[in-house]
């Protein structure tokens, strides 16, 4: 089907699931479809329910990287980063603030979801900076995406801004991350260790 179809026949068959009242299993390897149609989620990877809730639960509190990059579009942006005390190591020049101690110290892999970055005014509020050059600028009208690399690290990301702030590849880009709203995830299983560090 085409885009415009889709979300018309997505409507459709939930509209005719409430009105039957019946309940439904519905299987897609689309999360917007996941995520606008279901009132709980079972995502599964290669036969296993890798977590079962709402949403919501599930885009909000993932509890592995799996589930993570599944839910959400564009998906989280997943970069190696070793745990130092109350600091996060990306690389050998960016330290972010380590919200709290829960988990080890040591390797680890850091998830941040694109629309959890925010442009950097000249006054930083004591949230964690960071500096990517631009490599494409994908204006959406309601929001912008922008692909680039942190300085330092070989991993491409994305960020995801509101409006069109008239940004130009090749060019430095500021921004900063609130410390609540960063995901970290064991390198060894995937998981995030006792759920540590929380996105409301």
Known sequence: LDAKLRVQMRLEIRKLQKRLNVTSLYVTHDQVEAMTM????????????????????IY????SQFVAGFIGS??????PVELKG?????????VLPRPDHLGHDGQATLGIRPE???????????????????????PLGSDTLVHGRVKGLADDIVVRLPDDPHLDPGKPLKVQVRPETLY??????????????HCP
Do not use: C
């Open 38 to 57: 279901a009132d709980r989620l079972i995502v599964l990877n290669g036969g296993i329910a890798e977590q079962i809730g709402t949403p919501m639960e």
């Open 60 to 63: 909000n509190d993932p509890a």
């Open 74 to 79: 564009p998906a989280m942006n997943f970069l």
């Open 86 to 94: 109350s600091e996060i190591h990306l690389g050998e020049n960016v």
């Open 116 to 138: 959890h970055f925010q442009l950097i005014d000249g006054d930083e509020n004591g949230l964690a900076p960071l500096t990517m050059d631009i490599d494409i600028v994908e």
């Open 184 to 197: 970290l995830f064991d390198p060894a299983n995937a998981h995030r260790p006792r759920r540590a560090l």
